[in-house]
């Protein structure tokens, strides 16, 4: 069941991509809730996870259409620690760029969604999801990484998210494991993997501050782990 609700999405995203239109290069003010699987801003993000599941490289670049209108971050931008889970990387560099996909106001904070890529640990090609709060001069007053994408040899995570119209954010971090283990111990690819649960996350926004509220973690598994490890020795 839980495969087939998640290729259901797949091709609600797809139907989503036919009568989306075009982008303006405009930043576009978002009405709440904003549901990262049913928003057109983001077609491309799940139609990607969906047609490369079983590649083994999974390198998600911002689409042409976006790179040509991003902007660079400014040092305030840069300097602020992002909260979330952001794999121990929680700054940005200062080469990187993003588009904004939209906004939204919120008493007297303004608050802008955008989308950028930057490297991570060993070399990693992250596609990042953040929501940016701003106080009336324009001063940026926290951050946040509401979704991620990246791939391993043998692991997937992907995110999705959603800011309700009480000004919470809802995230859920679902990873994909690409291989199993036989009886003998050896390991096997699995053949149409599905996205498990790994971490939920809820925010509430007061004053421009994203203020964490809840946090589960599924527990990792030691069979999981060592999957991992003799995946990563088989291939080094």
Do not use: W
Request: include cysteine; charge should be negative.
């Amino acid at each position: 069941m839980q495969q087939n609700n998640f290729f259901v999405k797949i091709i609600l995203v797809c139907i989503m991509v036919l009568i989306g239109g075009g982008n303006s290069g405009e930043s576009k003010k978002l009405s709440l809730p904003v549901d990262s699987e049913r928003s057109t801003l983001l077609e491309f993000y799940y139609q990607y996870i969906g047609q490369n599941i079983d590649s083994d490289a999974i390198e998600l670049k911002l689409p042409e259409n976006y790179l040509k209108l991003t902007k660079p971050f400014n040092q305030q931008e840069i300097k602020v620690q992002v909260k979330g889970d952001n794999f121990l990387s929680p700054y940005i560099a200062e080469n990187n760029r993003y588009y904004e996909l939209g906004y939204f106001v919120h008493k007297s904070n303004t608050y802008r969604l955008i989308i950028y890529n930057k490297t991570g640990e060993t070399d990693t090609l992250l596609f990042n999801i953040q929501l940016n709060s701003y106080d009336k001069k324009g001063n940026l007053v926290d951050a946040l990484l509401i979704g991620s994408l990246f791939g391993y040899e043998d692991i997937v995570r992907f995110s999705d998210f959603i800011i309700n119209p009480d000004y919470t954010i809802e995230i859920n971090i679902h990873v994909i494991y690409k291989y199993t283990e036989n009886e003998d111990g050896s390991i096997k690819k699995i053949t149409q993997p599905i996205p498990q649960l790994y971490l939920k996350e809820k925010y509430q926004i007061e004053d421009g501050q994203f203020k964490l509220v809840y946090r589960n973690e599924m527990p990792h598994t030691e069979k999981q782990n060592k999957i991992s490890s003799k995946v990563y020795s088989h291939h080094y």
